[in-house]
C-alpha cells in the first residue's frame, strides 16, 4: 500500500536528489596514503597519538600479503560514498569479496569538509574502514575474527555505516563457519559501548587485558 | 669464584641426579590427542567447561594449515619433558624453529600422576603448551603476536616453564621484529595476573574486551 501525504522528503525516484551511493570493498595497496589518514584520524579521536608511529611505508611493508588471501591474514574493508552510481569496476569481479553497496537517502545536500583529502576517484571519497584478521578459539576448536578498528570519519557516523562495516565482518565470518568475533572498545567511549551492546555484543568482563611492548618487550625476548 | 660450603642440594655434576631434561618444540598434527587432552585441563581449570567443544577433529580440521608457516598463523609450541637426555630427533633440524632445551635440576625425583596420559615417546611427557597467532596493530604499523593459551600441568607449576613457553613467544616477536605481545588473563587467577606483571606486563585497564558468538553473531552476519 502506498503511503499517504505528507509526500516523502527522501525522493527515492529522482536519481538528481540527495542521495549517497555506498560501496564496501577489499582494500588495495594503492589504498594505503587513505588508510594511513584514516589510522592517524582515529589515533586523535581515541587521544592516543603518542603511540602513533605507523608509516605508509610500515603499513606498505606489513599488509597486504601476496601469499595469503584476505580473511585468512590481515584484511581491510574500505567504505567509499559518492553521489553518483559507483561505475563498474574491476572490484565488482573479485572472486575473495564481492563489494556490499547501499544507497543512503539524504534530507540535505551532503558536506563533506574533508572531501579533497579522502577523495579516491573522481566522484568517490574515502568514508571509513574495518581492520580485522583471524584468531582462533581452542575452547572452540575452531578460528574466528578479531577486529582491530572500526572507524568511520566524522562527517557520515549516525547513518548507519559504522553497522555495514561491523556486518560486513560478521557476514564473512558466519560465511566461514567461525566462532566468533571478538574486539575491544576504550571503556570511555560510550558510544561505541553503546553501538556493539545494541548489536548483542556481550563485555567480558572477567577478562584483564595484557600487553607487553617497548622496552619490556625486547627485554623479555632475550633474555631466557 | 666457586661458591662455599654447603654443598648444593642439587648435583649438577651428577648425570645419575635427579634431573628433568625439558624441550619446547612446534607441535605436530600427530600431537592432536595430547593437545586436546591440554585445552580441555585448562577449561577445567578456568571453570570453563561450559564453553569446551573442541573436538581432537575439529583441532585437525583448523591448525597446521599446509599453506601457512607457523608464527605467520595459528602456532603451538608444545613442552615436553623425559627424566633422560632427549635423543636427536627430526625436530631438531626443523628450519623454522630450533627446539629449546633446558635441565632442570630436582631435589627430589619427580612424580607426574598424569605420566601415562600424557606420554609422548618411551621417555618424554607432554607438559604443557602456548598457543598463539600473529594480530596486528594499525598505529605501530607492524604485526604482533596475540597469546590465545599458555598452559603448564599442575605437577609441573612452579618450577619455571610458565615462562620458559612464554619467552619462546617474546623471543620470536622480538627476532619477527614485531611491536607486541597481547593476551588476556581471567581476573580472579592471582598467580596469572602476579606472574605477567612480573616479567614488566601491563594490564590496559581502559580495555573493555567485547566478543559476539553464538546465535547473536549469527543474527548479526544474516543481517544487512
Known amino acids: 500500500m ?10 527515492e525516484t529522482t536519481p538528481s536528489g540527495h542521495q549517497l551511493f555506498t560501496r564496501i570493498r577489499l582494500a588495495t595497496p594503492s589504498d594505503i596514503p587513505h588508510i594511513h589518514k584514516l589510522i592517524h584520524q582515529m589515533a586523535v579521536f581515541e587521544r592516543l597519538t603518542h603511540l602513533f608511529s605507523a608509516t605508509e611505508s610500515s603499513l606498505s611493508a606489513t599488509l597486504f600479503s601476496p601469499t595469503v588471501q584476505p580473511f585468512h591474514s590481515f584484511t581491510i574493508l574500505l567504505l567509499e560514498a559518492s553521489t553518483t552510481l559507483f561505475p563498474v569496476s574491476t572490484f565488482d569481479s573479485n572472486p575473495l ?22 577523495k579516491s576517484t573522481d566522484d568517490v571519497t574515502v568514508v571509513g574502514f574495518v581492520m580485522f ?14 577486529v582491530e578498528n572500526l572507524y568511520v ?4 557516523r549516525r547513518m548507519g555505516f559504522g553497522k555495514m562495516l561491523f556486518c560486513a565482518v560478521t557476514k564473512e565470518a558466519v560465511k566461514m563457519k567461525y566462532g566468533r568475533v571478538d574486539w575491544v572498545v576504550l571503556d570511555w567511549n560510550v558510544n561505541a559501548l553503546r553501538f556493539y551492546q545494541e548489536m548483542g555484543a556481550e563485555i567480558v568482563e572477567e577478562y ?3 600487553r607487553l611492548t617497548g622496552k619490556p618487550l625486547q627485554a623479555s625476548g632475550h633474555t631466557h
Chains 1, 2 share one sequence.
Open 133 to 146: 584478521f583471524p584468531n582462533y578459539s581452542t575452547f572452540l576448536g575452531k578460528p574466528g575474527f578479531y
Open 2 to 11: 502506498a503511503p499517504a501525504a505528507p509526500p516523502s522528503p527522501t525522493p
Open 208 to 210: 584483564k587485558f595484557f
Open 97 to 118: 569479496f564481492k563489494p556490499l553497496t547501499e544507497v543512503v537517502n539524504l534530507r540535505l545536500p551532503f558536506e563533506d569538509p574533508e572531501r579533497d583529502t579522502f
Open 153 to 156: 570519519r566524522e562527517c557520515y
